[in-house]
């Protein structure tokens, strides 16, 4: 088992920024991917970021320039930066683990074993 914790959501301004952290403990991997996602009220929840155990990242479109995904594999943390916030970025944010799979499963959420929480981000206008 793995278990996940969100923290760093928050209330922000348009333009503002936001750091989400995501701390993993238990049957932890450095070879584990992390991914993040988001869903918003009454939508589906969606890909973010994702980033391997070798370090290979990717983004969303919408997201891409704007935010940064990284992880510190001696804390079993990945992280989240968010800049440049806008209003459609308002969702819940949820990290999530998954082990070695195929690189274009990961976009996928149903690849992903093990979720945190969740944690709020709400951009205002």
């Known amino acids: 088992q793995v278990q996940l914790v969100e923290s760093g959501g928050g209330l922000v301004q348009a333009g503002g920024s936001l750091r989400l952290s995501c701390a993993a403990s238990g049957r932890t991997s450095s070879n584990y991917v992390m991914g993040w996602f988001r869903q918003a009220p009454g939508k589906e929840r969606e890909f973010v970021a994702v980033?391997?155990?070798?370090?290979?990242?990717d983004y969303t479109d919408s997201v891409k320039g704007r935010f940064t995904i990284s992880r510190d594999k001696a804390r079993n943390t990945a992280y989240l930066q968010m800049n440049s916030l806008k209003p459609e970025d308002t969702s819940v944010y949820y990290c999530?683990?998954?082990?070695?799979?195929?690189?274009?499963?990961?976009?996928?959420?149903?690849?992903?074993?093990?979720w945190g929480q969740g944690t709020q981000v709400t951009v205002s206008s």
């Open positions: 980033i391997s155990g070798s370090g290979s990242m």
């Open positions: 999530a683990v998954a082990a070695a799979a195929p690189w274009r499963s990961l976009y996928n959420m149903r690849t992903y074993d093990y």
